[in-house]
């Protein structure tokens, strides 16, 4: 992000792919782990942390690439959950906008984590409310879907989230 | 098995095929399964897509470890997402079996093992593609599709370093095993499970950011993103193995289309 408006760094390609596969990593871990009608995915702290540490940009491309290269490995393509799990990594992002990446105080700790929390939410029902309109059941695309995947992504990004970026902090000094 | 998935040096017909061409193969593949509901064709689909596994030369012992737990997955969630929906399909249904407020439909049932099929139709056009085709032929690729070359890179990226850091993962988790973590019966409840995953999850993580650091620092030196466009060391061209199956496929796709607007309107229910 420069003074003249966006541009992307080298280092922010970078991290979006390095970002994106290890998602893909960690998603593949719990993949055949259901919950409801989904997978359980604490791999979504990689996402809400990429976002929190290198911004909603970052987050975001992270968040929809590597969710779509889980997706392409197992043979599925669901693009509604990319775009999804991308304002996941977006909105965890935002707090970055402020801080551009320093956390030093308990309060930006505890935006990250709520962040996290509201950015799995509005990502899984955005992903849940598009599954309704291209006519997916109410029922099966909210209650089975939508919301057990929400509340895993939330408890999975509050709990990770800060340690992951408190771990980053200490890297980031020595 | 995280690193069963990766590219596979060879020299198939489907190694061949220009990147765009395997591109639009599983696009067809997804079109074609996603607008039938109709188990007969989708089995035809699954066929012709199983043939590519030969046709590209894929280890089948590598594929065979995966379609086993990948067909209980899709099994299991198929018919926990839709077979206790009894009108899912539509109206008329016929309750086969019902336990207070839980109602199973023949229709439903039928669903369920077509959107399992729909799923196992595509997973062998995707896997193929993971495994002929090279990272770096992927993003030029991209960029001939007119995506803007710094998104493709991050594919590049992603695709190049995905069975290094399946790698990684299986390192730094043994090596947590050997100083006597917990991985795989964590105590303390869901927090406690939680909490065991950071041994793995931290040393990756920075890891990669380091290496992120690295990469991008040799990429500036050599001037990455410095003009708009930019040229590529590979070169894709059609060749007319490409024109034919694009074809063929194209085709398929138009076909499903036509069938699923004036013959197989509604869901197959072999009764």
């Known amino acids: ?174 | 098995m995280l690193v069963s998935f990766k590219y596979i040096h060879g020299d198939s017909l489907i190694h061949r095929l220009d990147v765009r061409t395997k591109l639009f193969m599983v696009f067809a593949y997804l079109v074609m399964a996603l607008s039938l509901l109709d188990m007969r064709v989708l089995a035809i689909l699954f066929v012709s897509s199983a043939m590519l596994w030969p046709l590209a030369k894929t280890p089948m012992k590598e594929v065979g470890k995966l379609l086993i737990p990948m067909l209980i997955f899709i099994a299991f969630f198929s018919f926990a997402t839709n077979a206790f929906y009894p009108g899912i399909a539509g109206k008329p249904y016929h309750i086969v079996y019902q336990w207070g407020w839980i109602k199973i439909s023949l229709e439903a049932l039928i669903y369920s093992a077509t959107v399992a099929l729909r799923y196992l139709a595509i997973f062998p056009a995707a896997t193929v593609f993971i495994m002929t085709t090279h990272p770096t032929k992927m993003s030029v690729a991209l960029a001939k599709l007119k995506i803007p070359y710094k998104l493709a890179y991050v594919m590049n990226i992603a695709l190049r370093y995905l069975p290094t850091l399946a790698l990684d993962y299986e390192i730094i988790k043994n090596a947590q095993r050997a100083r006597g973590f917990e991985m795989d019966r964590p105590q303390g409840g869901l927090v406690g499970r939680l909490k065991a995953a950071l041994p793995v999850m931290i040393p990756m993580v920075m890891d990669s950011i380091n290496r992120a650091e690295l990469i991008a620092d040799a990429m500036d030196l050599r001037c990455f993103g410095v003009y708009k466009d930019r040229t590529w060391y590979h070169d894709l061209k059609f060749t007319k193995t490409d024109y034919i199956v694009c074809t063929i496929l194209l085709i398929g796709v138009i076909t499903c289309i036509l069938l699923r607007l004036f013959v197989l309107k509604r869901l197959w229910v072999p009764v």
Not at chain 1, 16 to 30: D, H, I, N, Q, R
Not at chain 1, 79 to 99: A, H, P, Q
């Open chain 1, 1 to 174: 992000m420069g003074k003249n408006g966006f541009r992307l760094s080298t280092l922010d390609v970078v991290l979006m792919g390095l970002g994106a596969a290890m998602y893909a990593v960690f998603a593949a871990v719990t993949y055949f782990i259901p919950i409801a009608g989904m997978s359980l995915r604490p791999a979504i702290a990689i996402v809400t942390f990429f976002g929190a540490a290198f911004g909603p940009h970052v987050g975001f491309v992270a968040g929809a690439i590597g969710n779509l290269l889980c997706d392409f490995t197992w043979g599925e393509f669901w693009w509604e959950w990319d775009v999804g799990v991308g304002i996941i990594g977006l909105i965890s992002g935002l707090w970055w906008l402020k801080n551009k990446g320093n956390y030093e105080k308990g309060i930006d700790y505890a935006m990250a984590a709520i962040l996290s929390v509201i950015g799995s939410f509005v990502g899984c029902f955005f992903a849940g409310f598009v599954d309704v309109a291209m006519g997916v059941p109410f029922e099966v695309a909210i209650y089975a879907w939508a919301f057990p995947g929400a509340a895993s992504d939330a408890i999975f990004g509050l709990i990770l989230t800060p340690a992951l970026l408190k771990a980053y902090q200490a890297f980031k000094l020595r």
